[in-house]
């Protein structure tokens, strides 16, 4: 993660460092997100758009030079072709992401995965 990254603390200060793709990209990514968890809180931790349920990360979308990847806390309980693994750099072994290129290609599957880390967030960190 580069330095202006980390003294980024707002959504504003994320999207001012980006060009117009980026910044659309970035706020369908968010829009995505909150239509399918309404319920997460989001706020800007360490240069990222973090989301959580029930005071948990559940999922945060990360820049990366000229992409963007969404990282799933509990991606091993999902499953799908397009969610990787970042190999030995991972130093939390549950953690997946996917890779953002052409938003509108992986929208729908997209949608699902956010669907469905919020149930099992809610799910995970229900009170018993």
Same mark, same amino acid.
Do not use: C
């Given at each position: 993660?580069s330095?202006?990254?980390?003294k980024?603390r707002?959504i504003?200060?994320?999207?001012?460092n980006?060009d117009l793709?980026?910044?659309e990209?970035?706020?369908?990514?968010?829009?995505? @997100?909150? =239509?399918e968890?309404?319920e997460?809180?989001?706020?800007?931790? &360490?240069? $990222?758009?973090?989301?959580k349920?029930?005071?948990?990360?559940?999922?945060?979308?990360?820049?990366?030079q000229n992409r963007?990847?969404?990282?799933?806390?509990?991606?091993?309980? @999902?499953a =799908?072709?397009?969610?990787k693994?970042?190999?030995?750099?991972? &130093?939390? $072994?549950?953690?997946r992401h996917?890779?953002?290129?052409?938003f509108?290609?992986?929208?729908?599957?997209?949608?699902?995965l956010?669907?469905?880390?919020?149930t099992?967030?809610?799910?995970?960190?229900?009170?018993?």
């Amino acid at each position: 993660m580069s330095k202006t990254q980390k003294k980024q603390r707002t959504i504003n200060e994320i999207l001012g460092n980006l060009d117009l793709l980026q910044q659309e990209t970035l706020q369908n990514l968010r829009l995505l @997100i909150k =239509s399918e968890a309404p319920e997460a809180v989001e706020l800007v931790k &360490q240069g $990222k758009i973090v989301y959580k349920l029930e005071n948990k990360d559940f999922v945060w979308i990360s820049r990366y030079q000229n992409r963007f990847d969404i990282e799933f806390a509990m991606g091993t309980s @999902i499953a =799908s072709d397009i969610v990787k693994r970042r190999g030995i750099a991972e &130093q939390n $072994k549950k953690i997946r992401h996917v890779t953002v290129g052409n938003f509108a290609t992986i929208k729908p599957e997209l949608t699902r995965l956010v669907r469905e880390a919020a149930t099992l967030g809610l799910e995970y960190w229900k009170p018993a």
